[in-house]
């Protein structure tokens, strides 16, 4: 695609409830990467996939957080047992793998999670 | 482990006029790349430019350029010739050269920049 799709744009869920939020890199992207932005911790890494190795999922913040990318290509963020804390904005990015600045990373316009 | 101070969580500017953005940022490595993102309303991060570490030259995009004080660990973002669509979020970012530390971004907590007509 043209850019970073994420879907849905904004979930409101109930606390306890499992949800899932989804991203389409860029077409050619082999790089994935998730990031959680909320009022009270800014910006924060969360996940990252590069091809066929072994995601570093160092910025989980618990075990209610998984990630999966099928075919090297579309990434499901899911999180279970939603708490209120899980209320952000999730964004995904993309890039280019190699030296220099070849991995720009290009975000998609988000998810905004709310849990009641 | 690396991290972005930006000051100044709120910034104004008239119209046509110049703004600075300021930040700095913490490290021990030599090879890094750091860069600043702007988030409309619209939650879309897009790059507006970026620096690498080796490089001393300072980095321009149109009406946006850098001062890049590498010993200072300074980074600072100026707006030239400002105008209604750059009122934003701005975020300063650093990510690692080095494979072993990945390639995570890093943010800063951002300045609201507004532009008054």
């Known amino acids: 695609g043209a850019g970073v799709s994420q879907s849905p744009s904004n979930k409101v869920t109930e606390k306890g409830k499992d949800v899932e939020l989804r991203c389409d890199p860029i077409?050619?992207?082999?790089?994935l990467y998730w990031y959680r932005q909320s009022l009270g911790q800014g910006l924060e890494f969360l996940i990252y996939f590069q091809g066929n190795s072994a995601p570093d999922k160092s910025g989980l913040p618990s075990d209610r957080f998984s990630a999966e990318r099928t075919g090297g290509s579309v990434s499901t963020l899911t999180i279970q047992r939603t708490q209120q804390e899980d209320s952000a904005v999730y964004l995904c990015a993309s890039s280019l793998v190699g030296g220099g600045l070849k991995n720009i990373q290009y975000f998609g316009a988000g998810t905004r999670l709310s849990v009641l | 482990a690396q991290t972005v101070t930006q000051s100044q969580p709120e910034m104004s500017v008239q119209e046509a006029e110049t703004v600075t953005l300021s930040c700095t940022y913490d490290t021990s490595e030599s090879d890094y790349y750091l860069f600043w993102y702007k988030q409309p309303p619209s939650r879309q991060m897009i790059l507006v430019i970026r620096?690498?570490?080796?490089?001393?030259q300072n980095a321009t995009e149109n009406r946006f350029s850098v001062n890049f004080q590498k010993a200072a660990k300074s980074f600072s973002l100026k707006i030239s010739d400002s105008q209604l669509g750059d009122a934003a979020m701005y975020f300063c970012a650093y990510r690692s050269g080095y494979e072993t530390s990945g390639s995570r971004l890093t943010f800063g907590e951002g300045t609201q920049l507004t532009v008054n007509p």
């Open positions: 620096q690498e570490a080796y490089k001393q």
């Open positions: 077409s050619g992207h082999t790089a």
